[in-house]
């Protein structure tokens, strides 16, 4: 047994939800891990009033204040004195996605989600509302009957049941789309991939697989997440181009080392290169348990005394029997989770360990904390 060995002493307490990521490195198509630059979606946005509601709308200010720019837009004026009834009414963010190389006249799905006290959008319309993009054009005209998977039901004594989320509904092909946006897909004389999970070596292996598949210099990586290739200017012939392109083989790179532990679920992702180095960690555990016992003191029946209440304190100190694991210098993912699992430590012991690994300078390794 060697001295310099890696020693832990883990106190056995309840089991460690422990994720073990070490899969072999594959070839992945470049359509799977690359995107096309400024082949985007655009995400749009607008206001708008849905009517109809079985008394679940609102009645607030701006409630009422869009109610009566929609009659004006159709030349209708409301006396100031007179207060629209907008329980039926409920104002409505709308937003939307709109893919890349859609054409005017095409649809979209949209998404409806109340902005003020409505309790249900359950049963509603949405009237026309325009969306816009993040330049103030219009690009889509939204309308039509809402879908909403959730609802509320109250009671008069203020009792109330939601399931799911009821003010918030979809309309699928809820918007027509007016607008096109123009892509730089058949411009210039390149087109350019960009990595989905930058790294340099991935980045050179694309360039050299893309250049293996076309010939000698026609693709060069411009750093960890983008690879320019040389590309046809005609817009059918790129087609095409790409759609051959995008299905070459690349063989990715292995992933930095990393230990990502989630806090919250004590869920421990441990990469296959993590290495720990010769250290000595002990971690025991200590149990403190303090007893309160109330006990009555009589006196005899015939004894000048009072009755009393005594207490009587128990302290019990117990520590548990630790473990201990041999570990030579370098040690691999897999003999680190055998002995972690063998033990059955708490996600928060785990946790206190590799802290204590990586400030000690003996985990070789990012340790990532969410």
């Known amino acids: 047994m060697k001295i310099s060995s890696l020693f832990i002493s883990i106190t056995l307490t309840v089991s460690v939800a422990l994720t073990v990521f070490s899969a072999p490195v594959q070839a992945q198509r470049i359509k799977d891990i690359a995107n096309v630059q400024g082949v985007r979606s655009n995400q749009l946005i607008g206001y708008g009033l849905v009517v109809g509601l079985p008394g679940t709308g609102e009645k607030t200010k701006y409630t009422e204040q869009t109610f009566r720019t929609m009659l004006k837009n159709f030349g209708i004026n409301l006396p100031d004195n007179v207060n629209p009834k907008t329980k039926n009414a409920a104002v409505v963010a709308v937003h939307a996605e709109m893919p890349a190389f859609i054409k005017p006249g095409q649809n979209i799905d949209i998404t409806v989600s109340s902005l003020g006290e409505a309790k249900s959008l359950r049963g509603g319309t949405l009237l026309q509302t325009f969306l816009k993009g993040v330049d103030g054009n219009v690009y889509a005209i939204a309308q039509g009957s809402l879908v909403v998977s959730g609802f509320s039901a109250e009671g008069l004594d203020g009792s109330q049941v939601i399931q799911n989320t009821p003010t918030v509904g979809?309309?699928?092909?809820?918007?027509?789309?007016?607008?096109?946006?123009?892509?730089?897909?058949?411009?210039?004389?390149?087109?350019?991939?960009?990595?989905?999970?930058?790294?340099f070596s991935t980045a050179k292996s694309m360039a050299d697989a893309i250049n293996d598949f076309l010939g000698p210099g026609m693709a060069r990586a411009l750093d960890a997440t983008s690879i320019q290739v040389s590309a046809p200017r005609d817009a059918s012939q790129r087609v095409s181009f790409l759609a051959t392109l995008e299905n070459v083989e690349v063989e990715i790179a292995d992933e930095s080392a990393k230990v990502i532990v989630n806090s919250r679920t004590g869920t421990i992702v441990v990469g296959q290169n993590v290495r720990l180095m010769p250290a000595a960690v002990t971690h025991g555990g200590l149990t403190v348990t303090i007893a309160e016992a109330t006990?009555?003191?009589?006196?005899?029946?015939?004894?000048?005394?009072?009755?009393?209440?005594?207490?009587?304190?128990t302290i019990d100190v117990a520590e548990e029997d630790s473990r201990m694991f041999l570990f030579d210098p370098g040690t691999t993912l897999d003999e680190l989770v055998r002995a972690v699992n063998l033990v059955?430590?708490?996600?928060?012991?785990?946790l206190a360990i590799l802290e204590a690994l990586k400030m000690a300078g003996a985990l070789h390794g990012e340790l990532i904390i969410i």
Not at 170 to 192: K, N
Not at 295 to 312: I, L
């Open 170 to 199: 979809r309309i699928p092909g809820g918007a027509i789309v007016e607008r096109s946006v123009m892509s730089p897909f058949a411009t210039g004389d390149h087109l350019t991939f960009n990595l989905r999970r930058s790294d």
């Open 295 to 313: 006990q009555v003191s009589q006196p005899n029946a015939f004894a000048n005394g009072q009755t009393v209440v005594t207490t009587d304190s």
């Open 344 to 350: 059955g430590a708490a996600p928060s012991d785990v």
